[in-house]
């Protein structure tokens, strides 16, 4: 697989270093963001840790998911949307979400690296999970 290129901004970019920095806000509350991604139960399936404030832009963790080994970069960005850029643990950028709202940014990221066909969404009224006994078999 080589390597994903991603256009931002009229720059090619192929690893995080490359960043423009002084195209995101600072986070204000980066702290709060922090508390509220590691409450989710969803969030601890992909393992992570080393949670990293890159100067005052970038939140910086590193994950060990189903599909994804390595960092996630989260940045505010000019329009008070996320950008999320996954990595390798050496800075080369896999793939990247532009414009994400806070209320899909943990989605977002669970669905490029921990779904995988065999979960059940329990969120859906015919979930196959609801036709399970009370042992958790069919």
């Given at each position: 697989?080589?390597?994903?290129?991603?256009?931002?901004?009229?720059t090619t970019m192929k690893n995080i270093?490359?960043?423009?920095?002084?195209?995101?806000?600072?986070?204000?509350?980066?702290?709060?963001?922090?508390?509220?991604?590691?409450?989710?139960?969803?969030?601890?399936?992909?393992?992570?840790?080393?949670?990293?404030?890159?100067?005052?832009?970038?939140?910086?963790?590193?994950?060990?998911?189903?599909?994804?080994?390595?960092?996630?970069?989260?940045?505010?960005?000019?329009?008070?949307?996320?950008?999320?850029?996954?990595?390798?643990?050496?800075?080369?950028?896999?793939?990247?979400?532009?414009?994400?709202?806070?209320?899909?940014?943990i989605e977002t990221i669970d669905d490029?690296?921990?779904?995988?066909?065999?979960?059940?969404?329990?969120?859906?009224?015919?979930?196959?999970?609801?036709?399970?006994?009370?042992?958790?078999?069919?």
């Amino acid at each position: 697989m080589g390597i994903l290129q991603i256009q931002l901004k009229h720059t090619t970019m192929k690893n995080i270093s490359e960043l423009n920095q002084k195209e995101y806000r600072e986070f204000y509350s980066m702290q709060e963001l922090v508390n509220t991604i590691r409450q989710s139960r969803k969030v601890w399936s992909w393992g992570p840790h080393a949670w990293t404030k890159i100067s005052s832009k970038l939140l910086r963790f590193k994950v060990n998911a189903h599909r994804h080994k390595g960092h996630i970069y989260i940045a505010v960005n000019g329009a008070d949307y996320f950008d999320i850029f996954l990595t390798t643990t050496r800075g080369r950028i896999v793939k990247t979400f532009t414009d994400i709202d806070i209320s899909t940014l943990i989605e977002t990221i669970d669905d490029e690296i921990e779904r995988i066909p065999e979960y059940v969404d329990t969120r859906t009224p015919n979930s196959p999970f609801k036709k399970l006994g009370k042992n958790g078999f069919i």
